[in-house]
């Protein structure tokens, strides 16, 4: 007998952290009654923390539950129905004589070509950047010494630009695909809690691990790769596409996935220039914002904060005229040195599984709508993100950031040095006026909006948090043009992910490598 139960809830103070599926299973043997030798197997389906009451903040969980044997009198209880399992993936056959070519290895070539993979197409994968290893160490080059490898960095190379982040694996999309996505993280080696927490993250430590085996896997299958290896240009007879790298590889296909990160703008305006059709589409622009984590935790915990993880917040102010939210919030992380060309500053969030770093950060964005930017062309955004990136660089002339505390920049004022919350940006900072390097809308709009964010999360508007600039890459400024089929107006290229401006995260750029892979492979 196969069941799920909903509605079991314990005080945080009666369960650890690390031991959710001992304190879920208590539950759950303590409602139905059953003993726990009745039970052939059990999973936790989902675990949330509701901190509605700070005095009386709980654990709620819902399990699934095979019990030895049939036991039709606990269907009675509300909280109880037979389990329904989901539907397993398929994979048909390739159908076609040449393989498909799927360039770039971030979370939308990563599921697409698995897919493709488990479908014996034998994937050729194209990575501008290196495999996970060796660009781990090129990174930590960077942020050592401050030489910046331009193919193979924070944004660039195996894993795309959520490997060094805090791996956040929620969406605001409501699609089937989004439990197989977090199963195969797990499957590959990520911790279980990602297939049942509210807000699951897997931790840049540990997606070096899951990036490492999907690749394996997929390699296992017959894929192949090809690291260090840019897609330059392609031209096609109507029938084939002819693909050529930077290093004179050449391959013919009638499938050619891309998979690009939004950072690839070299690889956009060669796109553009070869006649793919684009649009301009809205983006967003600010700073990454730090507090401590032990006040983030009062804040949203209370007294009950000793007893729970790391704790995070979301939120959004919408002004008269724009938007302003919270995006990527890293709890107990840094503040990354995330730039992809030489003398700019890009900033990002980045967390370790465990969450354990005495800041939080967080992106606090203002949305920028093409009329802001846009004069003639698609590509105008780019342009424009890159105007403010060198405008940031300048202001310290060496890789460090431009920022100001959170009472000198709503006052209009510098400060001076940091007080308690200590910048955790690895190249170091210089204290300025953002609006030095953020256009004048966005700088007043975060002043508009964070004495109102203040009122949802009282303690937000810290006079000691840091605001560190600039986050610029949080999107794509770029929509290339495909149709139902997910096809481009050339025949055989499928523009997919973040960089063609269909996703906005892990999640939702993996899940459009798998429906693009899937529509192929149907078709």
Same mark, same amino acid.
């Given at each position: 007998?196969?069941?799920?139960?909903? +509605?079991?809830?314990?005080?945080?103070?009666?369960?650890?952290?690390?031991?959710?599926?001992?304190?879920?299973?208590?539950?759950?043997?303590?409602?139905?009654?059953?003993?726990?030798?009745? /039970?052939?197997?059990?999973?936790?389906?989902?675990?949330?923390?509701?901190?509605?009451?700070?005095?009386?903040?709980?654990?709620?969980?819902?399990?699934?539950?095979?019990?030895?044997?049939?036991?039709?009198?606990?269907?009675?209880?509300?909280?109880?129905?037979?389990? =329904?399992?989901?539907?397993?993936?398929?994979?048909?056959?390739?159908?076609?004589?040449?393989?498909?070519?799927?360039?770039?290895?971030?979370?939308?070539?990563?599921?697409?070509?698995?897919?493709?993979?488990?479908?014996?197409?034998?994937?050729?994968?194209?990575?501008?950047? !290196?495999? /996970?290893?060796?660009?781990?160490?090129?990174?930590?080059?960077?942020?050592?010494?401050?030489?910046?490898?331009?193919? #193979? +960095?924070?944004?660039?190379?195996?894993?795309?630009?959520?490997?060094?982040?805090?791996?956040?694996?929620?969406?605001?999309?409501?699609?089937?695909?989004?439990?197989?996505?977090?199963?195969?993280?797990?499957?590959?080696?990520?911790?279980?809690?990602?297939?049942?927490?509210?807000?699951?993250?897997?931790?840049?430590?540990?997606?070096?691990?899951?990036?490492?085996?999907?690749?394996?896997?997929?390699?296992?299958?017959?894929?192949?790769?090809?690291?260090?290896?840019?897609?330059?240009?392609?031209?096609?007879?109507?029938?084939?596409?002819?693909? &050529?790298?930077?290093?004179? $590889?050449?391959?013919?296909?009638?499938?050619?996935?891309?998979?690009?990160?939004?950072?690839?703008?070299?690889?956009?305006?060669?796109? &553009?220039?070869?006649?793919?059709?684009?649009?301009?589409?809205?983006?967003?622009?600010?700073?990454?914002?730090?507090?401590? =984590?032990?006040? /983030?935790?009062?804040?949203? &915990?209370?007294?009950?904060?000793?007893?729970?993880?790391?704790?995070?917040?979301?939120?959004?102010?919408?002004?008269?005229?724009?938007?302003?939210?919270?995006?990527?919030?890293?709890?107990?992380?840094?503040?990354?040195?995330?730039? #992809?060309?030489?003398?700019?500053?890009?900033?990002?969030?980045?967390?370790?599984? !465990?969450?354990?770093?005495?800041?939080?950060?967080?992106?606090?964005?203002?949305?920028?709508?093409?009329?802001?930017?846009?004069?003639?062309?698609?590509?105008?955004?780019?342009?424009?993100?890159?105007?403010?990136?060198?405008?940031?660089?300048?202001?310290?002339?060496? &890789?460090?950031?431009?920022?100001?505390?959170?009472?000198?920049?709503?006052?209009?004022?510098?400060?001076?040095?940091?007080? !308690?919350?200590?910048?955790?940006?690895?190249?170091?900072?210089?204290?300025?006026?953002?609006?030095?390097?953020?256009?004048?809308?966005?700088?007043? #709009?975060?002043?508009?909006?964070?004495?109102?964010?203040?009122?949802?999360?009282?303690?937000?508007?810290?006079?000691?948090?840091?605001?560190?600039?600039?986050?610029?890459?949080?999107? !794509?400024?770029?929509?290339?043009?495909?149709?139902?089929?997910? =096809?481009?107006?050339?025949?055989?290229?499928?523009?997919?992910?973040?960089?063609?401006?269909?996703?906005?995260?892990?999640?939702?750029?993996?899940?459009?490598? $798998?429906?693009?892979?899937?529509? /192929?492979?149907?078709?």
């Amino acid at each position: 007998m196969e069941i799920k139960v909903a +509605n079991l809830r314990a005080p945080v103070t009666e369960v650890h952290p690390s031991s959710l599926k001992d304190a879920a299973k208590r539950l759950v043997i303590k409602k139905l009654r059953i003993k726990p030798e009745n /039970i052939a197997n059990f999973r936790i389906l989902r675990s949330s923390i509701d901190a509605r009451k700070k005095n009386d903040i709980r654990y709620d969980f819902q399990v699934y539950l095979k019990i030895n044997g049939d036991f039709p009198e606990l269907l009675q209880n509300q909280d109880v129905a037979l389990f =329904q399992k989901p539907a397993e993936m398929e994979y048909p056959a390739w159908g076609f004589e040449t393989r498909p070519v799927v360039v770039g290895f971030g979370p939308a070539g990563m599921f697409a070509a698995l897919y493709l993979a488990r479908c014996h197409a034998r994937p050729i994968v194209l990575e501008r950047g !290196s495999r /996970i290893e060796e660009r781990k160490a090129k990174v930590d080059n960077f942020l050592k010494t401050k030489e910046l490898d331009m193919n #193979s +960095n924070v944004q660039f190379g195996e894993g795309g630009a959520g490997t060094f982040s805090d791996g956040k694996l929620t969406t605001n999309l409501h699609n089937e695909l989004i439990g197989f996505v977090l199963e195969e993280f797990f499957k590959h080696g990520a911790t279980e809690d990602v297939t049942y927490a509210s807000n699951p993250h897997v931790g840049t430590d540990y997606l070096e691990k899951v990036v490492r085996n999907i690749r394996q896997e997929i390699i296992e299958l017959g894929g192949e790769f090809h690291f260090n290896t840019c897609f330059t240009d392609f031209d096609t007879d109507g029938t084939l596409l002819n693909i &050529y790298t930077q290093n004179k $590889l050449r391959f013919s296909t009638r499938h050619l996935l891309l998979c690009l990160g939004h950072s690839a703008r070299d690889t956009i305006r060669h796109l &553009y220039a070869k006649g793919l059709q684009m649009e301009a589409k809205s983006f967003s622009m600010g700073v990454r914002v730090e507090h401590l =984590q032990s006040k /983030i935790n009062t804040i949203q &915990y209370g007294k009950s904060a000793r007893f729970l993880p790391a704790a995070s917040y979301k939120g959004a102010i919408h002004l008269a005229k724009r938007s302003v939210y919270t995006f990527c919030m890293c709890p107990g992380g840094t503040v990354m040195a995330s730039a #992809s060309e030489p003398n700019t500053i890009v900033t990002n969030g980045m967390s370790e599984k !465990s969450r354990s770093k005495t800041n939080a950060n967080s992106a606090l964005l203002v949305g920028i709508e093409p009329a802001d930017f846009y004069k003639g062309s698609p590509l105008d955004g780019l342009a424009y993100q890159e105007k403010y990136e060198r405008l940031a660089f300048q202001v310290g002339g060496d &890789y460090r950031a431009p920022a100001n505390l959170m009472r000198e920049f709503l006052q209009g004022e510098v400060a001076t040095a940091s007080r !308690s919350v200590k910048p955790s940006y690895p190249h170091g900072v210089v204290f300025c006026d953002l609006s030095r390097c953020l256009p004048h809308y966005v700088t007043q #709009s975060l002043r508009e909006a964070i004495p109102l964010f203040d009122r949802r999360l009282r303690g937000f508007n810290d006079p000691d948090a840091v605001l560190t600039g600039i986050e610029s890459r949080s999107s !794509s400024p770029v929509r290339i043009l495909r149709d139902e089929q997910r =096809q481009s107006n050339v025949a055989g290229i499928y523009p997919v992910g973040e960089g063609a401006g269909y996703a906005g995260g892990i999640t939702s750029a993996a899940i459009d490598g $798998l429906r693009t892979a899937i529509a /192929i492979v149907a078709n």
